[in-house]
């Protein structure tokens, strides 16, 4: 062999040999923390033998003689999957994202500590029972036995971002309910783009799109008949946009409903439940099966890090939620002593703000010293857009008193509708109506919600040198909507106007509109009695009445055009015999929802202009009841097209919206209609915090899909998108149950991801198929049935014991 040749063998030799080691080095990364299911594992603290089966799906079932047991070992399991969200969680709930990714969060860290999350969760803490605190304790324990047996083997989002978690504390878990109730708080992204339109249009065009709220008559409970703002609310939109990114925006939609035994075929109560929030991996929910041998046993879905079945069901009681969209925050002008900036005028008297130092870590080894300051309602929190000319101080319902964690143990444990109020009572910070059914019979519906008593309309920035703007409270528990066995025979909600007009108290201007609760009651009255079948027909539903209330006009409209191209008329006759269902298959949903984002922005672009138009897009609920509005008032100058010297009208916007449609379906799915499907534009991909980094992802496979589906923003089954990015699918039902009280064991349950975090486990996203094609799987609480069902057998026993 020549000497030539032999240096092109050696350098083939190496590359292949650094491609080998790259590939065993990149492999080893990427199966970091992979948790053994099988075996036997000791830890210490364990009184009597726990035994954990995990299903095809690794659902973990967990069977222990005592509590402070169980709750070690679920804090072991918990940890075995999702050990990087339960971390990152963490760093949003104390404000430290800063310390792994970077100086560019250092506002938002800023904002987050604001909120004082971990002044909520010693309220929270100091309010438990001895039980409470006992478990708890047991599954921080359980959490750090388990990052102690990994011996820095982690997983692999720690590799990549250079650090290792650090101690779980309870306080670390109880962080989860500020962090909710922030999450959810409506005002926070709407209220400052209706404030800029009423600014730049006036107050008449402004009325055209006012939400209507009045109006609405579909009830959840119907048998209860500045530019300083602006710039404020932006900034804290912006700080907001970041935790958003990172994939962890909890609940902003979700639908529920609870049929009688009258309606049921079974003769017994069936609870249905899917609650609404951004699609991602890993998914926020983590189904679990937690038994104390006779003494409890409890099936559903925990938030990270907690050790507590949020919804679900018992042996006696099936529980789930949806979110109230109440207006729980308000801003206030406050006036500064000019002799000294740390004090505040409150009822002809100066006092002194609460400053509070903050050291901020960023990776790399630098850190920043900033100040917050408080006044007696909250934060002041104008200093995040440096306004120079006034103090904007805020109070929202998180820094309130409540137990949200006290709720969900006792709900572990409740066996009747008393119970269930007990437990629910706490419930105030995150505003839920929770749904109720039990094994006697009983359907319910309570409001669980911190609604502020207050003068005025929660939306305009109140003087905050008075109390009169102050909150006076919160309505009593007793006062606040519930049903319990209505004569309809079933209970349900789904975001919308809570209670009629003559309801006392103000409760929000942002519920959804009523096209999902619409559907949900059309359908639990289309037949007299509803199978296991028929409601999971319901949560598959992608039947739209916003479709129905829209498409006579867009056909009437179109029908007085007289030039329509024969592509336009083949169009206009697809529309024509639409049904009105959302199928990924069909063409027609692909055409009404290009019209729909094309005519709003034909009807507001132009008065709005480019920069205003961008942030009204961006909103999920105010374009929304804009169209409903010019929908109803057809003469709205909003139709008017500022960019001609014409004088266009309704008429004119459906049919320019209509065909720039048509054209742009033809440019991007081709020329024939009838081969549009709505599922070729509109997918699903579960997308991981660090996913978006190409190399990552490619390297890690951090994104599962894209997947296609059906279904919108105003179905039942409801694969949302934003408006201003369509149609790529950001959030739908995170997971989806059916629990029939007469045999639980007929339970039906799914989640959009996987019960794993890690990205190289075979059960990071393995329900995904399920999901998109709204199957289930079984939930079984027999324990024959859940060992006749195990794959896997995990043996805990504590030191000392065999």
Known sequence: MSKGKKIILIIVIAIVLVAVIGFLYIRSLARGGLPEYDGTVTLEGIQDEVIVYRDQYAIPHVYAKNESDLYRAVGYCYAQDRLWQMDLVRRVTTGRLSEIFGEDLVETDLLLRALRIPEKSKMLLDDMSEEMHRASESFSDGVNQYIKSLDGDLPVEFAILGYAPEEWKPEHSANVIGYMAWDLTMPWDTEVVHHKIRQKVGDAMYRDIYPDIPGFTTHVYPEYAKMTELDLRQSLMARAQVIEDLGLVLTK???????SGKKSVTGNPILCNDMHLGLFAPGIWYRMHQVVEGKMNVTGVLVPAQPFITCGHNDHIAWGMTNVMVDDMDFYLEKINPDNPDEYLFRGKWRPLKVQKETILISGGKKVEKEIRFTHRGPIVSGFKKVKDAVISMRWIGNEKSNELRTVFLLNRAKNWNDFKNAVKTFISISQN??????????????????????????????????????????????????????????????NKTVGNDYPYYISHWFDPPHRIDRIREMLTEKEKLSIEDLMKMHADQKS???????????????????????????LDIFERWDGVMSREGSAPALFEKFYITFIQNVFADELGDDLYKEFIKQRIVPKYAVGNIWKNRSSVWCDDLSTEEKETFSDMIQKSFKSSVAWLADELGSNPEKWHWGDIHKLTLEHPLGSVAILDTLFSLNRGPYRVGGSFHTVCPYSYKLGKPFAVTDGASQRHIFPVDNWDKSLTVIPTGISGIPASDYYCDQAELYVNNKYHNDYTIRELVEQNAKYKLVITGKGKK
């Open 545 to 571: 009445k916003l479709v129905e209330i829209l498409r006579p006009g867009i056909i009437e409209e179109m029908g007085k055009v007289g030039d329509l191209t024969p592509l336009e008329k083949q169009c």
């Open 253 to 259: 939609g979700s639908n529920n409903w609870a049929i």
């Open 434 to 495: 929770i749904i109720y059914a039990d094994t006697a019979g009983n359907i319910g519906l309570y409001c669980c919600s911190g609604i502020p008593i207050r003068k005025g309309n929660g939306i305009d920035i109140q003087p905050g040198w008075t109390d009169e703007f102050d909150w006076k409270g919160l309505v009593p528990f007793e006062k606040r909507p519930n049903s319990f066995n209505p004569k309809s025979g079933f209970v349900s909600s789904a975001n």
